[in-house]
């Protein structure tokens, strides 16, 4: 079709002298495709100019070179034939085109995986400014209790005073910039520890009630070492019979579903090194951290039940059970922590109380106290203080305190219900939970301290109390 259309040209050029025009299709020296013609003069018998040729016919065949140039690039885009001979059809290698897929494919792939990491970019970087926001204010509220605190100059003499025990390095506050928890440990004897404490020379404290007005820094005595201890309760009997004394400590891990071992201790170096001197096999499982020793007994509710009873350590039997009417159990009505800590019994000056709840009093705190031999009731107050939003309680004298938090490192005793009065009132007694998980708080009215678990840690606060 090319070389009809350059006969064509041809004789339109030379006044239809079609037959006298020659086209010839060629590889040059280089392997390019080349066409040329050659046309007879129909008057002339030779050319006149040396340089050959008429200039407006070379013009011509210049034009038409460049032409023919594109229509080969042309053809040879779109597979034609070419000087390389070149597929005809366009045709391609079938594994360049799964290639050029996978490829495709994995590129959409990387997309999709850049938006994403660039959507978690951003939400790192809101939680980041979140804690920041945090951090402040948590540096703000830990100066300001600091501040709050009773100073070490009302530690004076008389009936209030407690001579400190050693002290384990604090936890400072690091700049926000750079902010690490940082946690020590010192070793001290325990024996060192019994003499220096109200816990070992309980007599030569005055016995008289009074309001509390200080709660101290906590004093690790023992550590559980399994997971089974991470929540628990550890125990001194205020008023022993033989042939136990109030050196024998008792001990219950209470993580599980059969919690039925109490370890007993003769001494409290034993308890710090962790070897028993006698494991008692209860004959019902206990239910969460609200038992008691008190008067040769152990007190405690079991498993599933709104029940009370008393265990006695010499005759190691079940002596007393008697049910609370209406108290909630199982997770009805805890304290904020949980653990099914329904039912709570604690030891004062006055004697043995158990704390609860019920349907009718709506969740806020009951309080009764308990003959400890028949476990009968000999008086109940309803007060106004929710269970579910308080972490503990104790009593001192006939007094309910309660604890703010059972995590937060500076908690504070915030309430106070005056069974002699039937009155409550609000507090602010700086109280420092240093593991951050208080899952067991009561009082001995004998070592006139507060016993505690604080996640895995067996604890004490020596406390202090105003003038009755």
């Given amino acids: 079709m090319l070389g009809v259309w350059l006969l064509l040209w041809g004789s339109v050029a030379l006044g239809g002298r079609a037959d006298t025009a020659f086209l010839r299709r060629a590889h040059d020296s280089s392997g390019h495709c080349t066409y040329s013609f050659t046309v007879a003069s129909p008057v002339e018998a030779a050319c006149p100019e040396a340089a050959g040729g008429v200039p407006e016919l070379r013009a011509e065949l210049a034009a038409l070179a460049a032409r023919l140039s594109r229509l080969e690039s042309r053809e040879r885009g779109v597979g034609g034939s070419g000087p390389r001979g070149a597929e005809p059809g366009g045709a391609r290698d079938p594994q360049q085109v799964a290639a050029a897929a996978r490829l495709e494919t994995a590129y959409g792939e990387l997309l999709r995986a850049k938006s994403r990491l660039e959507e978690e970019k951003g939400r790192l970087e809101r939680e980041k400014e979140e804690l920041g926001r945090r951090l402040e204010s948590s540096a703000q509220e830990i100066t300001r209790l600091r501040a709050a605190r009773c100073p070490p100059g009302r530690e004076g003499s008389g009936r209030d005073t407690l001579r400190a025990p050693a002290k384990a390095p604090r936890w400072e506050p690091q700049p926000l910039s750079y902010q690490e928890l940082q946690s020590e440990r010192t070793e001290v004897p325990v024996a060192r520890l019994l003499e220096e404490t109200a816990l070992g020379r309980p007599g030569k404290e005055d016995s008289g009630c009074g309001q509390l007005v200080w709660v101290g820094e906590p004093v690790v005595f023992g550590r559980a070492d399994s997971i089974a201890g991470k929540y628990g309760v550890w125990m001194k009997d205020p008023e022993p019979v033989p042939p136990f004394t ?66 006695d350590l010499r005759s190691e039997s079940i002596t007393a059970e008697k049910e609370i009417p ?14 099914y ?34 476990l009968e009731i000999r008086r109940t107050w309803e007060t106004n203080i929710r269970k579910r939003g308080v972490a503990n309680s104790f009593l001192i004298c006939g007094t309910l305190y309660t604890v703010s938090s059972y995590s937060a490192p500076n908690a504070t005793v915030n309430f106070a219900y005056d069974t002699a009065t039937g009155t409550s009132r609000a507090l602010s007694i700086p109280f420092e939970n240093r593991f951050r998980y208080l899952s067991m708080l009561d009082y001995n009215p004998a070592e006139r301290q507060l016993f505690a678990w604080d996640s895995f840690n067996m604890v004490t606060y020596p406390v202090r109390l105003s003038r009755a």
């Fill in 326 to 339: 209406g108290a909630g159990y199982h997770g009805q009505y805890p304290y904020s922590w949980g653990g």
């Fill in 246 to 311: 109030r050196d024998n400590t008792w001990r219950v891990d209470t993580v599980g579903t059969e919690v039925r071992q109490l370890f007993q201790y003769e001494e409290a170096e034993q308890l710090a090194r962790g070897y028993p001197a006698k494991v008692h096999i209860l004959p019902r499982p206990l239910e969460s951290t609200g038992a008691v020793v008190y008067r040769g007994g152990l007190f405690f509710q079991p498993r599933h039940s709104r029940s009370v009873v008393r265990y």
């Fill in 341 to 374: 800590t329904d039912i709570d019994l604690a030891v004062d000056e006055t004697g043995l109380w158990v704390v609860y709840s019920t349907e009718k009093a709506r969740g806020a705190i009951v309080l009764s106290k308990l003959d400890p031999e028949t």
